[in-house]
């Protein structure tokens, strides 16, 4: 594994750092929203059970 | 309008012993229940082929003749903008599922897959950009390829937007059905803009005559369209189950809203 060539990206280096960084940013607030999104909906609906609002097929 | 029925195989008073096997994998509840074991594994297929992928395009691949290093960003742009008409593919055979088999899993596959799609294209736009400056000398060029891929992006949005302005979810499932089937012509008009029209973007790598890269550039690209294939397919399938989540609780509020008249449950 050459390490050395491999961080050595030529002369056009900002272009492919600014492109791998964009995915990165745009791919994790993607994992980040559905995360966030899947524990928003689960702590909405134990809410609700709490209140003893559920469908009769949960009782 | 005519007032949404489920089908009959998805009818309440159906046990699920009584369900078929197609329609224990699409039930919302039995989708629950056997979704939730996918998700580990399918997060970890994710980091491990993400991991492979960038090792190979950063430290195990080499420089292309003409492009250089620049060759790197490909393996990120191709990923996304196979993605961007992947997705759009995967919501027309849902929009096919709602308006045929009016089953309620289609529209969710269709809403969740939107959002998604969008973020895939506007990277593919973004890392082909980026690629063209310094190999094409300019960032954008109005050909076929980019402006119907431009077009498929204010598709994707529409379609989010569209989702977003109806109240009534069900009833938004079958005219955004209707929107993404006519929309789908805009698929093989990316796909063959590269060889109907003259244009700047190179045409495709895969064709009838084999591969057009050697096997050190094709490999990391063939990994990373991999990870990105399973990071679709693992949002997707999580948001799916957020969704459903969802609809279960709006359902609830607006049972308990029509009960006992209290607008603050839920909120």
């Known amino acids: 594994m050459d390490f050395n060539s491999a961080i050595d990206l030529g002369p056009h280096a900002t272009f492919i750092i600014i492109s791998y960084l964009g995915v990165a940013l745009v791919s994790f607030g993607l994992i980040l929203g559905t995360i966030l999104n899947s524990k928003h909906q689960k702590k909405r609906l134990a809410d609700l059970e709490a209140k003893g609002i559920r469908r009769k097929s949960d009782k | ?95 096919i599922g709602t308006l045929v088999w ?81 929309g789908a012509i805009n698929i093989p008009i990316i796909k063959f803009s590269v060889d109907w029209w003259n244009t700047l973007h190179q045409p495709s790598i895969i064709s009838a005559e084999g591969l057009s890269m050697p096997a050190s550039i094709y490999t990391p690209l063939l990994v990373m369209m991999l990870a990105f294939t399973f990071l679709f397919v693992t949002l997707h399938l999580v948001g799916m189950r957020t969704e459903i989540l969802k609809r279960k609780a709006d359902a609830l509020i607006r049972k308990s809203v029509s009960q006992t008249g209290n607008k603050g449950v839920g909120k």
Do not use: C
């Open chain 2, 1 to 95: 309008m005519k007032k949404y029925s489920p089908p009959k195989n998805i009818n309440k008073s159906q046990t699920v012993k009584e369900m078929n096997w197609f329609d224990k994998l699409a039930h919302p509840g039995q989708f629950l229940k056997w979704s939730k074991y996918l998700i580990l594994p399918l997060s970890l297929i994710t980091i491990a082929l993400f991991g492979i992928g960038l090792w190979f395009a950063f430290f195990n691949s080499p420089e292309d003749y003409q492009m250089g290093d620049t060759v790197r960003i490909m393996y990120i742009h191709v990923p996304n903008a196979w993605l961007s008409q992947f997705v759009y593919m995967a919501m027309a055979v849902s929009a």
């Open chain 2, 102 to 182: 009016r089953h309620p899993m289609a529209d969710v596959s269709m809403k969740v897959a939107a959002p998604l799609g969008a973020a895939f294209t506007a990277l593919a736009l973004f890392t082909g950009s980026l690629w063209g400056r310094p190999t094409w000398g300019t960032y954008w060029e109005w050909d076929g390829r980019m402006t119907a891929t431009l077009i498929l992006l204010f598709m994707y949005l529409g379609l989010v937007a569209l989702w977003r302005s109806f109240d009534d979810q069900l009833r938004a499932a079958k005219l955004i059905a209707v929107l993404t089937l006519v």
